[in-house]
């Protein structure tokens, strides 16, 4: 059983948007942080945004403040991350990542080594 799977990934116009969905099992997921990081070839991944899955400590990287939203149904187990005005360089394979510790709670930010867990990645490709 893979315990995350993204999903809405493709391609979209420069000021589009996309959901990101990214559906979790097999783990306690009810009290874990997840969060989206991003990987451009030949460049390090990078955090884009997290969330605990009560709804509280969404965290947000400079890069994505008021143009993407976090959110989580804790009753599906699922993490969405909607992205408004898109732009070429937002384009990337975009992964899910669990910390079923829930670590996000603590200060700092988001912290990769905290994401244990992780899916496979969906592509979203964004053409000017």
């Known amino acids: 059983q893979v315990p995350l799977v993204e999903s809405g990934g493709g391609p979209v116009q420069a000021g589009g948007s996309l959901r990101l969905s990214c559906a979790a099992s097999g783990f306690a997921s009810s009290t874990s942080c997840i969060a989206w990081f991003r990987q451009i070839p030949g460049k390090g991944r990078e955090g884009v945004a997290h969330?605990?899955?009560?709804?509280?400590?969404?965290y947000y990287a400079d890069f994505v403040k008021g143009r993407f939203t976090i959110f989580e149904d804790s009753i599906q187990n699922t993490v969405s991350l909607q992205m408004h005005r898109l732009e070429p360089e937002d384009s990337a394979t975009y992964y899910c990542?669990?910390?079923?510790?829930?670590?996000?709670?603590?200060?700092?930010?988001?912290?990769?080594?905290?994401?244990?867990?992780w899916g496979q990645g969906t592509q979203v490709t964004v053409s000017s």
């Open positions: 969330i605990h899955m009560s709804g509280s400590s969404s």
């Open positions: 990542a669990a910390d079923p510790h829930g670590r996000c709670r603590l200060a700092g930010g988001l912290r990769e080594y905290y994401y244990t867990l």
